[in-house]
């Protein structure tokens, strides 16, 4: 075998969604819901925020000098989940993890044939500016969780069994946290299948001996990085599963 291992980006790749927007509502409405009706200055604080946060989504196609990523962790770090109970924030991470819909959004396209790989003997994991408890805990509920010999993410800090915030330490950087990761494993990038969807992932693309691009990246950005970095653009499933076994 010509290749040490597997590693995947999380949002766009392994899941639809493009960013921990939905996981981070889920909490905020959980909370909403929790508020009611004794909290009524809770309630309105937190539709204030959801509307201050719904502005920056609208902007975000036309913006170009806005971190959204940045920008809706700063909100909802300050102003939702600073001094939450860490009980409550993970029971609504279990909620969220649980529901159909949720599991509805993972793309088993690429974690079948990552499984077979898996039960091969190849080491695989993820490495994703997510919330790495949140990832965990979904791949847990769908039954994939045993896929994956390791997460390099964000995590969220705490004191005192309060929560503080989301890191957002892996985000712009990965190149860097990909290294690292393989220094500390005693593996070679020339010898790792890189899995990605998107521009975040460039470097990635760049270091890996066998960059891979998602099933769910868009078209236009298929044919990019086919183009630039030579990487295999699977078809389907069953291509991207012939991709893995002849390594």
Known sequence: MSCDAIICDWNGTIIENQDERSI????AVDLFKKSFPWHPLRMAH???????LEKYYQEEPRDAEIDFVV????????KIINGLAMSF?????ERY?????????LDYRVLRPIDSCHREGWNTGILSAGYGYGIQRILQSAGYHHCFDFYEANVLRMEREKAIGFDLNIYRNKPQRMLKLLRDRNMDESRIVYLGNSGDDDGCFELAGYPVVALLAS???????ARRYNAFVPHDEADLARYLRSL
Do not use: P
């Open 219 to 225: 078209e236009e950005f298929k044919q990019q990085y």
């Open 89 to 93: 924030i993970y029971c609504s991470i």
């Open 46 to 52: 937190i539709l204030k925020v959801g509307k201050e």
């Open 71 to 78: 920008e809706m962790f700063q909100i909802y770090n300050e």
């Open 97 to 105: 993890a649980s529901r159909q819909d949720t599991h509805d959004k």
């Open 24 to 27: 981070l509502r889920s909490i």
